[in-house]
């Protein structure tokens, strides 16, 4: 193997800092007198028999403290799922002690908090029992009022098996089942999961593994005061579209001990707008809400590449008469949000569609799953690199996926910076729901809370309901027979709109809420809420997944009118693969390989996928092989996912056969939970995979998509501007694979490419441009193309387009490769296409990758997020081109 002569331009650093304004939320505590006595920190954990004793950190879960404390080692590693699965099954205890200074405990009231228990518990003080949990994603206040000592006040919270419990509801259940059972046998998981309120995925799914953790996930406190506490305050701007104006809510919730009187002071220093009101508390929970009137005109906050983010901050003074005070800082913003569903001429159905300060806005984007399956070890440089990820691949939404959790707060405050529009899910995904009592009050209370924290971040544009569960129905994934159907359909509107719509209506106004995704929406609101077909692309948004059709023919995708869910599964890389794998292990028929695969028949999809157009990797070389498959299953994904979503941008101002009018594409999936294959485009540790480094381009704010079509070469332009218009032409070479020099080139007319619409630029005969082009072929050449003003500046990336399968093409064969000395070759004299650098270990990624290299040198920069050293990166450095895998 030669060595390439690879020279940096630059080796940088990027700072992955959180902004303080982000933080400063999340540090809020209460005041007006209130002490707080932080419980966090060294508690101790046994499980059942006491076999097990070990001190934990609270935050933290069961697993990452046997870890942390030697007990077992990485989870993730190799098959490590399996022979854990011990530590879900079995009850653990965490206990702590504490003291109460005299001073405090003489005051009137105790409360202590859990932000979060994981998740069915029972908890006691001093050997009371003081309550009990049974919902990870609710906030729990005990009120322990004359409970507490001096010294040594003994905590203990006693969880049980997650799984225990699940199975225990399950078979409580005995009118009717409660479908699925069981996840498929390929996911390896646990049963049941439907009937805990814990993060659905944890006990395992198509991408991730089965760890149904058990922990006290989130922060523990006691509050004790004489008059009362704050427990949580919103902040909400309204447009007042009469008189142009707006105003902000704000709403403060309080547990209220001794009656009081007072003064809330709001105010916007930076638009000269402040209030000040009376207050008057009485004993109990008690809801207040003011409203501030602005003098000013606002800067609107806009989503990413359609404006700036600007955000205020508001200030919250509330003083009592008894001198206390409380004070908050609370960032707003001000944009409005309406989904528009409104009959389109010329076609059926209702357009679907996301209205931004009146303006139409195409959501480009992906899906978010949880980022580690022990929530605890997330941190917030991993968050920021996810969604700087995002934003740097020109996304400007993600969806928070009903399978997981809502998120920590810093990761709405990231996206409300970021310009990063939120379709925030409720946790409930593919399966259907029980509806017994207390299942439904504690759902209430989830999803009072949950609302109550998000309302206030301008990121999150809309509230959905769940995951799929209409289409679950609908379409009868679960074998219930057509007689017994309107059971199930009852307690779906019980659970989704008598009861969760309710409470989101009831508590924020300024979003919609939809109550499934696939779903028709307002006709799936016509028929009773469970559409005969929520997948009509005529309405709604759709979830589509097709693995054995070939990718490339873009007529089989449905034309939508939003794609909230598609994708194509690829490997990770093997330096992100080898931190839980061992070498025997690298083989793509390794048992590791078949252990790793949740979804049914995932590696041999991959392979028939990217066989249809490349020639699978065959190197003599077993790691060299396993390598190259990781490497073509990225490639596979790029292009499939490149294609599908350059036909719904092309898609945004057509009707076509009754259909079109596409105005997002989130595809599935952003981020990984663990190291395995998915359809995630961002590796498990922050790598970017090939799909990543092309939907900065296929995302780009003007696209130019091209496209085969009965014999033509036919190109877009894909403008995502409200009112600017741009006159553009095409310029579009063929290009041998075996020069650098273009065989021809051509310019289209002057066209103006339509604001906010997809605009046909260029039309030619595909067989009248390789006659004219002599010595093209489909195989031997390939066309790439871009927009430019008519003074020729660029302004659309580079794309290209096969007119063969790369698998036929000529010039990129094995004898070739041999004569030409592959590295050298790749670099220095031909065309190369996907063009794969990878530094293996070194955090960070390049500037482009998977690219087409049509000249002698090229520079590519690779950002890394911790210091580096030229020769690290050369020495790591892997370069792979589709020539390398024949
Ligand atoms: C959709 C998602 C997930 C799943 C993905 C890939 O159904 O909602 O449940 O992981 O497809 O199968």
Not at 75 to 100: E, G, H, K, M
Not at 129 to 151: A, C, H, P
Request: glycine share 6%.
């Amino acid at each position: 193997m030669n060595h390439v002569v690879w020279s940096f331009a630059c080796v940088y650093l990027l700072e992955v800092t959180c902004p303080d304004s982000a933080l400063a939320s999340e540090a809020k505590r209460p005041s007006l007198g209130v002490d707080v006595i932080s419980l966090n920190g060294k508690w101790q954990l046994m499980n059942s028999n006491s076999s097990v004793s070990v001190s934990a950190e609270v935050p933290g879960c069961v697993h990452t403290t046997l870890q942390r404390q030697g007990f077992i080692s990485d989870p993730y590693y190799r098959f490590n799922d399996l022979a854990y699965r011990w530590i879900s099954l079995d009850n653990w205890t965490y206990t702590t002690s504490f003291s109460v200074p005299s001073h405090v405990r003489g005051k009137g009231k105790a409360v202590l908090v859990f932000e979060g228990v994981d998740t069915v518990s029972t908890i006691s003080l001093n050997g009371l029992t003081i309550g009990k949990t049974d919902n990870m994603f609710r906030r729990y206040d005990f009120d322990v009022t004359g409970l507490l000592k001096d010294e040594e006040n003994v905590l203990q919270v006693w969880i049980m098996s997650a799984v225990t419990y699940a199975s225990q509801r399950s078979h409580a259940h005995t009118e009717y089942r409660v479908p699925p059972d069981c996840p498929p046998p390929v996911q390896k998981g646990e049963c049941h999961v439907n009937f805990i309120r814990k993060a659905q995925s944890s006990f395992s799914w198509d991408w991730g593994p089965s760890f149904p953790t058990l922990g006290i996930w989130k922060g523990v406190r006691l509050e004790v005061f004489n008059t009362s506490r704050v427990l949580s305050y919103t902040t909400s701007p309204k447009y007042d579209s009469e008189h142009s104006s707006w105003t902000v809510e704000v709403e403060l919730f309080f547990d209220v001990f001794v009656a009081s009187k007072g003064l809330v002071h709001l105010s916007i220093p930076l638009l000269q707008s402040e209030a000040e009101f009376q207050l008057s508390l009485t004993p109990g929970q008690s809801e207040k809400s003011f409203v501030l009137q602005l003098n000013q005109s606002v800067s609107l906050w806009w989503p990413f590449g359609h404006g700036e983010q600007f955000l205020y901050y508001l200030t919250i003074d509330v003083s009592l008469e008894g001198g206390e005070t409380f004070n908050a800082d609370q960032m707003v913003a001000f944009r409005t949000v309406e989904l528009v569903q409104e009959p389109i001429p010329s076609s059926p159905g209702l357009s679907f569609y996301f209205r931004i300060n009146g303006k139409p806005i195409f959501l480009k984007g992906s899906n978010w799953i949880p980022v580690h399956a022990f929530q605890d070890q997330v941190t917030t440089d991993m968050i920021t690199i996810l969604l700087r990820s995002a934003q740097k691949a020109n996304m400007n939404a993600l969806r928070v996926w009903g399978g997981g959790v809502y998120e920590q707060d810093i990761f709405y405050s990231l996206c409300d910076m970021y310009g990063i529009m939120i379709w925030q899910d409720f946790m409930f995904a593919c399966a259907l729901y029980p509806t017994e009592k207390d299942f439904i009050q504690t759902v209430r209370e989830e999803v009072t809370q949950q609302v109550r924290r998000l309302k206030s971040h301008p990121s999150v544009v809309i509230w959905s309901g769940n995951n799929e569960n209409e289409a679950a129905i609908a379409t009868d994934w679960f074998n219930i027979p057509v007689t017994v159907r309107p059971l199930y359909v009852k307690d779906y509107v019980h659970l989704y709109v008598e009861n969760i719509r309710d409470i989101v209506l009831q508590e924020d106004s300024t979003r919609p809420f939809l109550v499934s995704s696939p779903t028709n929406g307002v006709e799936s609101e016509k028929e009773g809420w469970v559409a005969k077909d929520p997948y009509d692309p005529h309405y709604g948004d759709t979830h589509f997944y097709s693995y054995y059709k070939d990718c490339w023919d873009w007529t089989a995708f449905p034309r939508t009118r939003f794609a909230s869910e598609y994708g194509f599964q690829s490997w990770p890389s093997l330096s992100t693969l080898s931190k839980v794998s061992v070498s025997s292990d690298w083989d793509f028929s390794s048992n590791f390989s078949a252990h790793r695969q949740h979804h049914e028949d995932g590696n041999q999809q991959m392979l028939k996928q990217a066989e249809l157009h490349y020639i699978l990797p065959n190197s003599t070389d077993p790691l060299q092989k396993y390598r190259d498959t990781i490497y073509i299953t990225q490639v596979m994904q790029a292009q499939c996912v490149k294609i599908q979503t350059e036909f719904y941008r092309r898609s945004r101002s057509d009707i076509v056969e009754g259909k079109g009018h596409t105005m997002g594409t989130l595809y599935w999936q952003l981020n990984d939970i663990w190291q395995g294959p998915s359809w995630s485009s961002v590796e498990f540790g922050g790598k970017w995979k090939m799909l990543h480094y092309w939907a900065t381009d296929f995302y780009a704010p003007i696209l130019s998509a091209g496209v085969e079509d009965k014999g033509d070469l036919l190109i877009y332009g894909v403008s995502d501007s409200h009112s600017e218009t741009h006159n553009v032409k095409a310029k579009v070479k063929l290009h041998s694979w075996s020069s650098f020099n273009a065989v021809c080139s051509l310019e289209s007319n002057v066209t103006t490419i339509k604001a906010g619409g997809s605009t046909l630029v260029f039309q030619y005969s595909i067989s009248a441009l390789l006659t004219q082009c002599g010595n093209c072929t489909r195989r031997s050449c390939i066309v790439t193309f871009h927009l430019s003003s008519p003074e020729g500046q660029m302004i659309s990336p580079h794309n290209h387009i096969f007119l063969s399968s790369p698998r036929y093409a000529e010039g990129l064969d094995v004898t070739e490769r041999k004569e030409l000395n592959f590295f050298v070759t790749l670099h220095c004299s031909f065309p190369a296409v996907y063009v794969w650098l990878d530094v293996d270990n070194i955090p960070g990624h390049f500037d482009v990758n998977g690219f087409l290299m049509l000249s002698k040198k090229s520079t590519v920069i690779f950002g890394a997020w911790r210091p580096t050293t030229a020769e690290e990166i050369t020495s790591n450095l892997h370069i792979t081109s589709l020539r390398d895998v024949y």
